[in-house]
């Protein structure tokens, strides 16, 4: 995996600035987009001149940068350390886990799925590396269910890829106090991909049952 570079100075102090530095970013790209977010709004956010920022972070590229590497490295390490009822279906798992942990970071979801747009190449592509480390999780969830007669899907990588996209959407919409609690979304979001990955079998027993 990628390592996050960045030009932190040495020592707390200097930690502690270019965590500020994450923060304000984070904030001001998810409000306005990355395009419209100058390098002297985020120091002034911080509170630093605009040229100190370039000890942490030689240009606003490499702080996009080490948001979204950041995030998946985050993500892949929380899938690692999940807790789930071991009888659960792997599919379920997975379905849970990803709303869960994307609803809480709406912001860092926003910029990591929106803001590929505005990533220079090798950095597109050292991004997407990622990406794709996380939906071979899936892809292989929905290979091995396939294979055992759970699921009928016909091209598991395309299927990874809108299911992934479909959960992906709901901190777009979803808000805190709204009629739908989030284990409600969970299960509804369950429901429809278990729907569109059941095998012919299981769609009869639904249907007729």
Known sequence: MQ?????????SKGQETAKRVRKAALKRFAGAGYAAVSMREIAADVGVRPGALYNHFPTKQ???????LTHMADLLTAWDTARFPEAMD??????RFHIRYHLERADEVFISYMELR???????????????RYEAIL?????????????????????????????????????EG????????????????????????????????
Not at 118 to 132: H, M, Q, S, T, V
């Open 3 to 11: 390592t996050i570079a960045t030009r932190s100075a040495p020592g």
């Open 62 to 68: 490499d702080i996009l940068k080490d948001l979204m």
């Open 90 to 95: 792997p599919l379920e798992r997975f379905v």
């Open 118 to 132: 505005n990533l220079e190449p090798d950095n597109f592509e050292i991004i997407e590396a990622e990406r794709r």
């Open 139 to 175: 892809t292989s969830i929905l290979h091995e269910g396939s294979a055992a007669g759970r699921y009928s899907v016909d091209d598991p990588k395309v299927a990874t890829r809108a299911i992934i996209a479909m959960l992906t959407g709901i901190p777009t919409w979803y808000r």
């Open 178 to 209: 709204g009629h739908l609690g989030e284990h409600d979304v969970e299960d509804l979001y369950l429901t429809m991909v278990r729907k569109a990955v059941a095998s012919e079998t299981r769609k009869f027993q639904t249907e007729t049952g």
